[in-house]
């Protein structure tokens, strides 16, 4: 019997992880210029190795600009991202996101889950829409926001792959922690009910085929997470 070793993030890791973090905060803001490598050797407690190469790796990321002869500073990382920008922002704090990411994630899911149901409806066969029938009931069994947060993220992300399109299933699966965590702050404010009532009704349509209905109860249950009492923004 085989077991790998267990590896522990580098220097250099720790460094990058801990710009990141101030970069993501606000604490370190768009224009900011960084210290001198040599500084944030001695402030840090770090190698100038370990420096340098954690600030080409965060210019890469789109989180720095390096300017020859005139220093490293704080990019504009939204405007500049890429998939590397996106896990550490899913990485950040656990996967608690800020309102701006909330609003920005649910607003992916407002454009993404009407045409998601439509090809549920078209692709699926009537087994796997009964599939989708039965995690909707596990999700209205759910009594604890632990099990609810994990019950609805496995409905969404099977009702992603019943779409047959492959970028549709990534994507929800590696926001799948975020989701999770924004289940838990909507969970918390406003209760379990009104959720398991329209996921359930979700099922219920798609497996007639009723992909219209469907994709109005998922648009009005995603728009509830920024927009009136239930929002979770102000």
Same mark, same amino acid.
């Given at each position: 019997?085989?077991?790998? $070793?267990?590896?522990?993030?580098?220097?250099?890791?720790?460094?990058?992880?801990?710009?990141?973090?101030?970069?993501?905060?606000?604490?370190?803001?768009?224009?900011?210029?960084?210290?001198?490598?040599?500084?944030? /050797?001695?402030?840090?407690?770090?190698?100038?190795?370990?420096?340098?190469? #954690?600030?080409?790796?965060?210019?890469?990321?789109?989180?720095?600009?390096? $300017?020859?002869?005139? #220093?490293?500073?704080? $990019?504009?990382?939204?405007?500049?991202?890429?998939?590397?920008?996106?896990? @550490?922002?899913?990485?950040?704090?656990?996967?608690?996101?800020?309102?701006?990411?909330?609003?920005?994630?649910?607003?992916?899911?407002?454009?993404?889950?009407?045409?998601?149901?439509?090809?549920?409806?078209?692709?699926?066969?009537?087994?796997?829409?009964?599939?989708? /029938?039965?995690?909707? &009931?596990?999700?209205?069994?759910?009594? &604890?926001?632990?099990?609810?947060?994990?019950?609805?993220?496995?409905? /969404?992300?099977?009702?992603?792959?019943?779409?047959?399109?492959?970028?549709?299933?990534?994507?929800?699966?590696?926001?799948?922690?975020?989701?999770? #965590?924004?289940?838990?702050?909507?969970?918390?404010?406003?209760?379990?009910?009104?959720?398991?009532?329209?996921?359930?009704?979700?099922?219920?349509?798609?497996?007639?085929?009723?992909?219209?209905? @469907?994709?109005?109860?998922?648009?009005?249950?995603?728009?509830?997470?920024?927009?009136g009492p239930t929002s979770l923004i102000s």
């Open positions: 019997m085989n077991f790998d $070793k267990i590896s522990v993030p580098s220097v250099r890791e720790e460094f990058v992880r801990a710009i990141e973090n101030k970069i993501l905060s606000g604490e370190l803001k768009i224009g900011d210029r960084l210290p001198s490598a040599r500084e944030l /050797c001695t402030m840090m407690g770090v190698s100038l190795t370990s420096v340098s190469t #954690g600030i080409t790796e965060l210019a890469n990321k789109g989180f720095l600009e390096v $300017k020859p002869r005139h #220093g490293v500073y704080v $990019k504009d990382y939204r405007k500049d991202a890429t998939s590397e920008t996106f896990f @550490a922002i899913l990485r950040y704090n656990g996967g608690n996101l800020n309102a701006h990411e909330i609003r920005s994630f649910t607003e992916t899911r407002i454009a993404a889950d009407p045409l998601v149901a439509r090809l549920a409806a078209e692709r699926a066969s009537d087994a796997e829409l009964t599939e989708l /029938c039965t995690l909707a &009931e596990q999700f209205a069994a759910c009594t &604890e926001i632990p099990d609810a947060c994990d019950a609805i993220t496995a409905f /969404c992300y099977r009702l992603y792959r019943l779409s047959d399109n492959s970028i549709f299933a990534m994507l929800y699966k590696t926001t799948m922690e975020a989701q999770k #965590g924004m289940y838990t702050l909507y969970f918390r404010k406003n209760g379990l009910l009104s959720a398991q009532d329209s996921m359930s009704s979700v099922a219920a349509a798609l497996a007639v085929r009723d992909w219209q209905t @469907a994709g109005k109860l998922l648009l009005s249950s995603v728009e509830s997470v920024i927009s």
